[in-house]
T-cell receptor, first 116, second 115 residues
Framework: ETGVTQTPRHLVMGMTNKKSLKCEQHLGHNAMYWYKQSAKKPLELMFVYSLEERVENNSVPSRFSPECPNSSHLFLHLHTLQPEDSALYLC???????????????FGSGTQLSVL | AQSVAQPEDQVNVAEGNPLTVKCTYSVSGNPYLFWYVQYPNRGLQFLLKYITGDNLVKGSYGFEAEFNKSQTSFHLKKPSALVSDSALYFCAVRDGYSSASKIIFGSGTRLSIRP
């Protein structure tokens, strides 16, 4: 176990549904991330939070809405998604986002999302 | 701009043989380089990193990687492959002058070890 827990593991939703992905880390880290993993494509960084403040938003469509109520929890709220949004959504955490030679990411197992 | 390339979608190796998974990178400053592994139905796990110092970096599960500045490469290697090494491997890079949030991942290489 990496100390980063994601729920649900699998999610099937229609294009008109609203759902949320949850991530929780038990590592005492200050930074949390959402990544999108699609087959044969580089991992796409979506959002970065540092101490509950969003520090990165990589041109992600507004149908994805992140929320970080505290440094241990991260949510990704989903609404009116498209079939091309089907992918594995990974949450990660790290000690912080500042320049650090000891930086490494701890990933959850992901939520496999299918949009019908 | 930073970038990382993994030229092989898949690498097939017989158990007991040496393996190499290739990675090349492009950064404007000093590179910080990483390898992560993803087993089925799991998230990515950190394997090893190069920041500075010895060009040969040793990591988890007997893996090592060699930093080659002139060829801008950071290939992952293991002297003797195990079936349990079968997984998806990601190379990642960030410019040493940028924040840790700027790490860029490759598209992954699927390593398949046959018994």
């Amino acid at each position: 176990e990496t100390g980063v827990t994601q729920t649900p593991r699998h999610l099937v939703m229609g294009m008109t549904n609203k759902k949320s992905l949850k991530c929780e880390q038990h590592l005492g880290h200050n930074a949390m991330y959402w990544y999108k993993q699609s087959a044969k494509k580089p991992l796409e960084l979506m959002f970065v939070y540092s101490l509950e403040e969003r520090v990165e938003n990589n041109s992600v469509p507004s149908r994805f809405s992140p929320e970080c109520p505290n440094s241990s929890h991260l949510f990704l709220h989903l609404h009116t998604l498209q079939p091309e949004d089907s992918a594995l959504y990974l949450c990660a955490s790290s000690q912080d986002v500042r320049q650090s030679t000891n930086e490494k990411l701890f990933f959850g197992s992901g939520t496999q999302l299918s949009v019908l | 701009a930073q970038s990382v390339a993994q030229p092989e979608d898949q690498v097939n190796v017989a158990e007991g043989n040496p393996l190499t998974v290739k990675c090349t990178y492009s950064v404007s400053g000093n590179p910080y380089l990483f390898w992560y592994v993803q087993y089925p139905n799991r998230g990515l796990q950190f394997l090893l990193k190069y920041i500075t110092g010895d060009n040969l970096v040793k990591g988890s599960y007997g893996f090592e990687a060699e930093f080659n500045k002139s060829q801008t490469s950071f290939h992952l290697k293991k002297p003797s492959a195990l079936v349990s090494d079968s997984a998806l491997y990601f190379c990642a890079v960030r410019d040493g002058y940028s924040s840790a949030s700027k790490i860029i991942f490759g598209s992954g290489t699927r390593l398949s070890i046959r018994p």
